[in-house]
Antibody, heavy 125, light 108 residues
Framework: EVQLVESGGGLVQPGRSLRLSCEAS????????MHWVRQVPGKGLEWVSG????????GYADSVMGRFTISRDNAKNSLYLEMNDLRVEDTAVYYC??????????????????WGRGTLVTVTS | EIVLTQSPGTLSLSPGERATLSCRAS???????LAWYQQKPGQAPRLLIH???TRATGIPERFSGSGSGRDFSLTIGGLEPEDSAVYYC?????????FGPGTKVEIK
């Protein structure tokens, strides 16, 4: 059974940093690209960032470019999102998601077949 | 950037009825890269359909997708109480993986 478990969310002041983690199980982690998707409570879905199977290529939404950094550790079956210079508008539930396409390049698919339960990030003064 | 519009905003139907949800793209897109997700309250989204018409693993046959060009639809044949959710369409095939705003399906 595929499982994605996020952690690291919480309450943080504007301008501060936070690191999200996602532990994956139930599939061969290094065969797939992984992504972070966020959702403002009660609102729609927004792709935040993606990373290829070998960390060779990464991508970011314009809204987080230069502030967020995605990474992965295939030995630990883990995905991370380092979030710096947080803004009020970054407040959202952040989901760790698995790309459906075997072969693992983040920019070739972005169809998301498994999602974690999400972790809430609240940025407020 | 392609924009996805979903209609109606809310659909209220009785159990057993058929629901048809629409997703329209601002320009012609490849049907190979259109997906539908279901999100129940308090839960993460779940992939229902990919490639416009292929059901994801474990998805009941009452969910079907169709369409091409700019217009796509998700049909739920024979609504069940557990189908109460928000349904999102998504254009994938690479970033930004644009999502539509969603259609809320309410079961009377």
């Amino acid at each position: 059974e595929v499982q994605l478990v996020e952690s690291g969310g919480g309450l943080v002041q504007p301008g501060r940093s936070l690191r999200l983690s996602c532990e994956a199980s139930g599939f061969r982690f290094d065969d797939y690209a992984m992504h972070w998707v966020r959702q403002v409570p009660g609102k729609g879905l927004e792709w935040v960032s993606g990373i290829s199977w070998n960390s060779g290529t990464k991508g970011y939404a314009d809204s987080v470019m230069g502030r967020f950094t995605i990474s992965r550790d295939n030995a630990k079956n883990s995905l991370y999102l380092e979030m710096n210079d947080l803004r009020v508008e970054d407040t959202a539930v952040y989901y760790c998601t698995k790309d459906m396409a075997f072969g693992g390049y983040y920019d070739s698919s972005l169809c998301l077949d498994y999602w974690g339960r999400g972790t809430l990030v609240t940025v407020t003064s | 950037e392609i924009v996805l519009t979903q209609s109606p905003g809310t659909l209220s139907l009785s159990p057993g009825e058929r629901a048809t949800l629409s997703c329209r793209a601002s320009q012609i897109v490849s049907s190979s890269y259109l997906a539908w997700y279901q999100q129940k309250p308090g839960q993460a989204p779940r992939l229902l359909i990919h490639g416009a018409s292929t059901r994801a693993t474990g998805i009941p046959e009452r969910f079907s997708g169709s369409g091409s060009g700019r217009d796509f639809s998700l049909t739920i044949g024979g609504l069940e109480p557990e189908d109460s959710a928000v349904y999102y369409c998504q254009l994938y095939g690479g970033p930004p993986g644009t999502f539509g705003p969603g259609t809320k399906v309410e079961i009377k």
